[in-house]
């Protein structure tokens, strides 16, 4: 339905000026690319707005062309209605012409944002959660569903089966490392890494069995968990009950992560989930070779070309895929190399922020369209 090419050398007929909406989760997860965006905004010359909960630190994400509108101002729920009048009062001075709902979790209110205003709107979907009710969508208003992999394209064709003309999918840009980190440094020891949240023992167990054998093997190299989560200290006994706490160690989140990816050899991701992982983006853009559990919505892994694929439950299946990099340099610097290839071809940062300001205009050109 809606083309992505981009017209930056042409004067739109209509101005286009987005207010974006996000909650602090969205906006922590995905702070690289929202901050990608907003900048392409601003090198096309459109003026934005980013509708952000307070204690979402946009400064750090945003320039100072970017507009900020702090939504809830009261932070209690009995007072929602007082926060929509003062966020309608304060976005009327901005004067939106459409708006972009990052979020599942701000869908109502961009709903009835846009029908106050009577301007449409298009909706961001990162993820295939089941939920009991699925979000509302304003067929009058949203012109366009955004998926961000073919996974959860498919997942919202069955989901929303009455918008299925207008679901597009938009990779996430990231900027690719010149250079593959994996095994760049022949003097360097092996380092492995995993960025996920520690909700579970029973998700490390056969991953930490695995280093562990691949210890007594004689393997040389370090592992880095890094993230938090209420199974932490049951990890942290797991390590040490393993004799592990000289290899492995666990490390709250380090900002910015590109820098760490950019010095290590192989990204592990444990276990698959329903929501996009950013963090393998990132790590396949540093160059880092993956070994990921099967499963997942993340379209840029591809079986021996991008990536190898383990049984999370399985510690043999494990084992082999971590030994194969181990044995193989070569094999993993390729892997690495065609990762970061793909990457270029198919989430250029450019063409994020094109194919996005060319479904504002189809979507705002579709609107007046429907009210004639």
Not at 224 to 248: F, N, R, S, W, Y
Not at 269 to 296: E, K, Q, V, Y
Request: aromatic share 8%.
């Amino acid at each position: 339905m809606l083309e992505t090419q981009s017209n930056s050398n042409s004067v739109p007929k209509n101005p286009i000026r987005p207010a974006l909406i996000v909650d602090h989760d969205t906006f922590s997860y995905f702070s690289d690319s929202l901050k990608h965006l907003l900048i392409g905004l601003a090198d096309e010359s459109m003026p934005s707005v980013l509708i952000c909960p307070a204690d979402a630190a946009a400064k750090q994400v945003i320039s100072p062309f970017v507009e900020v509108i702090v939504h809830p101002v009261f932070n209690m729920p009995l007072l929602w209605i007082q926060n929509r009048k003062l966020l309608c009062s304060k976005l009327a001075k901005f004067n939106p012409t459409i708006l972009h709902c990052l979020c599942e979790s701000e869908l109502k209110l961009t709903k009835r944002i846009a029908e106050e205003f009577s301007i449409p709107y298009i909706a961001n979907f990162d993820s295939v959660t089941a939920r009991l009710f699925k979000p509302p969508i304003s067929s009058d208003h949203c012109g366009a569903l955004i998926a961000s992999s073919e996974s959860v394209s498919a997942y919202l064709q069955k989901k929303y089966r009455n918008l299925a003309g207008r679901i597009e999918q938009i990779n996430i840009g990231i900027f690719v490392n010149d250079r593959a980190s994996c095994f760049s440094d022949s003097d360097r020891v092996t380092s492995m890494l995993t960025v996920q949240p520690l909700n579970s023992l029973f998700h490390y167990e056969q991953l930490l069995n695995a280093i562990r054998h691949l210890a007594i093997d004689g393997y040389e190299f370090i592992y880095a968990i890094i993230g938090k989560g209420p199974a932490e200290k049951d990890i942290h006994e797991l390590i040490k009950a393993l004799g592990l706490t000289q290899i492995v160690t666990v490390i709250p989140s380090i900002e910015p992560l590109r820098s760490i990816f950019s010095g290590a050899d192989i990204y592990i991701h444990p276990f698959s989930s329903d929501r996009f992982n950013t963090h393998l983006l990132d790590a396949m853009g540093a160059g880092m070779a993956i070994a990921a559990s099967r499963g997942g919505v993340e379209d840029m892994l591809i079986e021996d070309e991008t990536a190898v694929f383990f049984d999370p439950e399985d510690e043999l299946s494990i084992y082999n895929s971590l030994q194969k990099f181990l044995d193989k340099r070569e094999f993993a610097q390729s892997l690495a190399q065609n990762a970061q290839q793909r990457l270029r071809q198919q989430h250029s940062v450019s063409k994020m922020v094109n194919s996005v300001i060319s479904i504002y205009r189809n979507v705002q050109q579709w609107h007046k369209t429907s009210r004639q």
